[in-house]
T-cell receptor
Framework: GESVGLHLPTLSVQEGDNSIINCAYS??????FIWYKQESGKGPQFIID?????DKRQGQRVTVLLNKTVKHLSLQIAATQPGDSAVYFC????????????FGTGTRLQVFP | KAGVTQTPRYLIKTRGQQVTLSCSPI?????VSWYQQTPGQGLQFLFE???????NKGNFPGRFSGRQFSNSRSEMNVSTLELGDSALYLC????????????FGQGTRLTVV
């Protein structure tokens, strides 16, 4: 079915290092993108979003980069902490002005001391 | 402000039965979307409701249906349950739908035996 792909299913980083999670999206017409974090037993938690008229957006310790030319998203987490360990999903807004999201397969981030 | 509330959290049903899941969105949110999450298929869009109208529907059989009430609360129903319907069903709400932050509930874990 429809899906947004991820290059790295599992990413292991040392505490304090920066993490980069990548995502390739499928629809060049998508105009809104979201990164979610999902911890075991919980629903996805909103991290940061970006619209297609932007290339970069920063939040607290997180930055999302959007490259529309190659349909690529990335999530950068600065100074990764043990609490960042989770599965991260990118999602694209499949139909404008609606909430239909197409999710990537997810990347598991493991933070070790 | 309370988050998205889904009930029940866990459910065990027998093949052939039907089930109804409930979702109460964040107060003031008018858009409610439903997703199915399984290890094999990831997060798959089921449908989206906005102001009591179904605005989008995913690629699921007609056994999956939903509705939204005037208070924005939503229910989804699965009839004639199959083993493959075992999944985490997630509900998300947003204020207006489309290009705005969508917040997820904890999900309902459905097991079909």
């Amino acid at each position: 079915g429809e899906s947004v792909g991820l290059h790295l299913p599992t990413l292991s980083v040392q505490e304090g290092d920066n993490s980069i999670i990548n995502c390739a999206y499928s629809n060049s017409a998508s105009d809104y993108f979201i990164w979610y974090k999902q911890e075991s037993g919980k629903g996805p938690q909103f991290i940061i979003d970006i619209r297609s008229n932007m290339d970069k957006r920063q939040g607290q310790r997180v930055t999302v980069l959007l490259n529309k030319t190659v349909k690529h998203l990335s999530l950068q987490i600065a100074a990764t902490q043990p609490g960042d360990s989770a599965v991260y999903f990118c999602a694209e807004n499949a139909v404008r002005n609606t909430d239909k999201l197409i999710f990537g397969t997810g990347t598991r981030l493991q933070v070790f001391p | 402000k309370a988050g998205v509330t889904q009930t029940p959290r866990y459910l065990i049903k027998t093949r052939g039965q039907q089930v109804t899941l409930s979702c109460s969105p964040i107060s003031g949110h008018r858009s409610v979307s439903w997703y199915q999450q399984t290890p094999g298929q990831g997060l798959q869009f089921l449908f989206e409701y906005f102001s009591e109208t179904q605005r989008n529907k995913g690629n699921f059989p007609g056994r999956f249906s939903g509705r939204q009430f005037s208070n924005s609360r939503s229910e989804m129903n699965v009839s004639t349950l199959e083993l493959g319907d075992s999944a985490l069903y997630l509900c998300a709400s947003s204020s207006s739908g489309g290009g705005t932050e969508a917040f997820f509930g904890q999900g309902t874990r459905l097991t079909v035996v």
